[in-house]
């Protein structure tokens, strides 16, 4: 089944961009909130050229609807890498506590310093960048405990930057999430539009539901066992998976044909709501 090649780079994310160049000088350290599932697809290449050298923090989000196992490994994986990181889910607010004392952590050699010239009232400022709905916003109101930041299931609701103080002496500058031009990899487009990060109108969600079928049959088979009741068998296309997906929940048109588009949208639905388990649709590579 050939892969699909999903593009969508609005207008304003350049805009966002040029103002993240700009405003890189006026923080400590940048924090990149990616999404548990999909860490490296939702990762846009450009924040490392955008970073300028400063320290770096990964969150990993979302990580309760992702495999513990899995984000071990990728923890493991940016650490090595030297990035200070975290996993917490921002919807519950779990793990976010550990943020403000990660950030210290971080940059303890620099606060040191600013302690020993006697700037003791400085602030540490961190810029907080993401892709689109990933969960960037509702991040930031945990962290600074209270709705500081607008947050929304969908991509594009936060549009232009804004300073908010989490307590005396750490305030977050909040960006715009932003994509990047061109998906190299047609699976990365993918990834991103399961994950519901990439709006819905640009992508045939039949088409995306089958491809996510033959990834499911491929790494958690169980999970479509235990769900949907379907046996993944060998040499099954996404099509035939999505055809007897729709047969097994009873989803017909005329003549008892399968409702293909009915269960595609149903089981995209199920998979944003954690209902599939705990998956991990990306590993770090091997080395």
Request: glycine share 8%; charged share 30%.
């Amino acid at each position: 089944m050939d892969q699909l090649n999903i593009q969508w780079f609005p207008g304003h994310m350049t805009k966002a961009r040029r103002m993240m160049q700009e405003s890189i000088q006026a923080v400590d350290a940048l924090c990149e909130v990616l999404d548990a599932r999909i860490p490296n697809a939702s990762r846009n290449p450009e924040i490392d050229s955008l970073a300028g050298g400063k320290p770096r923090l990964i969150v990993l989000n979302r990580a309760d609807l992702a495999d513990p196992a899995v984000t071990a490994l990728w923890k493991k994986y940016y650490e090595s890498r030297g990035f200070a990181v975290l996993d917490c889910d921002a919807r519950t607010g779990k793990g976010t506590a550990a943020f403000a004392p990660a950030v210290r952590a971080l940059l303890a050699d620099r606060i040191e310093a600013w302690r020993e010239k006697g700037q003791t009232g400085r602030k540490v400022r961190v810029m907080v960048a993401g892709i689109p709905n990933v969960g960037k916003s509702t991040f930031i109101n945990r962290v600074a405990r209270r709705k500081a930041a607008a947050a929304g299931d969908r991509p594009g609701v936060t549009r232009g930057k804004q300073w908010i103080a989490v307590d005396q002496s750490l305030e977050l500058l909040d960006t715009p999430g932003i994509l990047w031009p061109k998906f190299e990899d047609p699976e990365v487009g993918e990834l991103l539009a399961v994950t519901n990060a990439i709006r819905a109108e640009v992508v045939d969600r039949e088409a995306l539901a089958a491809r996510f079928l033959m990834k499911l049959a491929e790494r958690y088979p169980d999970a479509l066992r235990e769900r949907y009741k379907l046996e993944p068998e060998p040499g099954l296309s996404g099509w035939d998976l999505l055809e007897r997906t729709a047969l097994k929940r009873g989803m017909l048109i005329s003549r008892g044909e399968p409702d293909i588009e009915r269960m595609a949208n149903t089981l995209l639905t199920e998979y944003h709501a954690g209902k599939l388990g705990r998956l991990s649709l990306e590993s770090p590579p091997s080395d």
